[in-house]
């Protein structure tokens, strides 16, 4: 069977602060040296169960979510396990956008980019469970991370000038809200919009590693069927049967001309069909502007879709 919790270690380093250099900057981490205690705990509205410890590891509990197809199951049947996994791994990194909006919202800074697979989770039984930390220490050289010289503080205060000589330092409120921000999106009841933040997530990651014509296509996927999302709740509310056939350029004029998209990303989406179209048909070199311009239009109509308000640039990750 599934285990109930799984865990990852946070890709932007430790959780464990230089005293002396944070009492330097004026700071006072409420933390102690045991690498097990953690830093923060909530139990989200979606019966999510999460927890931080201050060495990076991020603990989620699945046992009481209701999102379909997160919770444990008493099986052996590989598919279920399958899927159970998959729609675990959707939250994690539908998580992992909304640090990086939080983190941009913070800093003003993009932090490099991270893709939660598989060969990243620790599987525990229980997020308080003695056993875990033995479990952990097994096999954290197993993990196929980045570990940086990150920091987080829990003091709630910090100045500009403060933030520029700390630089990797971060209050644990901005994971707060991380955590805030993808309860809302789980509270939303649809499967898709989790597959879709995991989609957008890995063309963040591809985009940051420099493979542009994959950061394109899981972009394109994205945009292509959120605008038939879009069409066919404009259908609905107009109660107008929706065409499930009709082609994404039909699907842009009739939602642009209703006003349901902006002059702007009208612009924007005629470009990326361009690019989309030329390196598909005439293997037209995809660069770093094109690939961009396709992850942010994705961005937009994600967080015009699902009402979210992800500030996230696609941009190459702050390092």
């Known amino acids: 069977m599934s285990t109930p919790a799984l865990a990852y270690l ?38 999510l169960h999460v927890k931080i410890l201050h060495t990076g590891l991020f603990m989620f509990d699945f046992s009481n979510c209701f999102v379909e197809g997160a919770k444990s199951e008493q099986t052996d049947d590989l598919e279920t396990l399958e899927r159970i996994l998959s729609e675990r791994l959707y939250i994690f990194n539908a998580h992992l956008l909304c640090c990086y909006s939080e983190l941009k919202k913070f800093t003003n800074l993009d932090r490099q980019k991270h893709y939660v697979q598989r060969n990243h989770l620790l599987n525990i039984s229980d997020i308080n469970t003695p056993d875990l930390f033995q479990t952990i220490d097994r096999d954290y050289r197993h993990l196929d991370l980045k570990i940086n010289n990150t920091k987080l503080y829990t003091s709630t205060s910090i100045t500009s000038e403060q933030l520029t000589l700390a630089k990797g330092f971060y209050p644990i409120a901005v994971f707060e809200e991380s955590f805030l921000s993808l309860d809302k999106l789980l509270r939303l009841n649809e499967p898709e919009a989790l597959q879709l933040a995991d989609l957008l997530a890995f063309s963040l990651y591809e985009l940051d590693n420099h493979r542009y014509h994959t950061a394109l296509i899981q972009a394109w996927a994205i945009i292509e069927k959120i605008l038939k999302n879009l069409h066919k709740k404009h259908c609905k509310l107009n109660n107008v049967e929706a065409n499930p056939k009709i082609k ?6 009739i939602l642009y001309s209703r006003d349901q998209l902006s ?56 390092y």
């Open 10 to 47: 946070y890709p932007w380093g430790t959780i464990t602060p230089q005293h002396k250099f944070l009492s330097d900057l004026g700071l006072s981490p409420q933390i102690t040296e045991n690498w097990d205690v953690h830093i923060y705990e909530k139990h989200l509205e979606s019966g």
């Open 248 to 253: 994404i350029s039909q699907a842009i004029k």
């Open 263 to 318: 002059a702007s990303i009208n612009q924007d989406l005629s470009k990326v069909r361009e690019i989309r179209n030329d390196w598909i048909h005439q293997l037209k070199a995809i660069n770093y502007q094109d690939a961009q311009l396709c992850v942010k239009t994705a961005i937009q109509l994600f967080n015009q879709c699902y009402e979210t308000n992800l500030q996230i640039d696609p941009c190459l990750g702050w």
